[in-house]
């Protein structure tokens, strides 16, 4: 049987789905996608389903050539959030900004509705989850990355309007070496067959 899980096969759309996986952000290498690629990557990400089509979700960009102002920037949040930071953790804050090839910032925007906001988040992360295997799709990895800077209103507020969340950063590029896979749920303990009334 073929390996399905080799992080390269993605020559039908199945194998596609079944080789994703993360890379570590800081390993990422150039290139990373060009402008038509991005542009396929954020349609498909935009093609999630969305009760009520709210599209409850924002991409937000962030060029190479902002990389340094958005080191800088999160230096200045991080600082003022906690004056006590030491040089090593200031340092790791800037170089979040700066790994990868690429960097998009997506955003939970939710709007006044009767739609649950539970089921607008799941649009976001669904949008976010897309825009990874739309990646994985062009021949890039991909990583996800939350932490400090995903829940400071500050540094949401560079990217967002009030009230905006971070939903993740999504860095994007070349994987540097050879992905390490990770152990995987076993499928008996997450899928089982609902069996009526002689489950209980
Ligand atoms: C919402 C969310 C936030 C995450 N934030 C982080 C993070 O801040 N740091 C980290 O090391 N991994 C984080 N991860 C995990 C990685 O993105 C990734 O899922 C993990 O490395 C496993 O890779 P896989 O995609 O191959 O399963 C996050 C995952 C999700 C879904």
Known sequence: MPDVTAFNDRSTPMSLLLSRRSGKARDMIAPGPDAAQMQRILTA???????GKLAPWRFVIVPESERDALAEALDAIYVAEKPDAGRVEREAVRAFARQAPALVVTLFRPRESH??????????????MTLAHGAHAEGFVSCWLTGWAAYSPAVTALFGAPGDSIVGFMFLGTAARPLEERPRPDLGEVVSVWRGASQS
């Not at 607008?120 to 949008?127: E, H, L, P």
């Open 115 to 128: 739609i649950p906001l539970a089921e607008q988040a799941a649009s976001a992360v669904s949008a976010t």
């Open 45 to 51: 990400a935009a093609r999630v389903p969305d009760h």
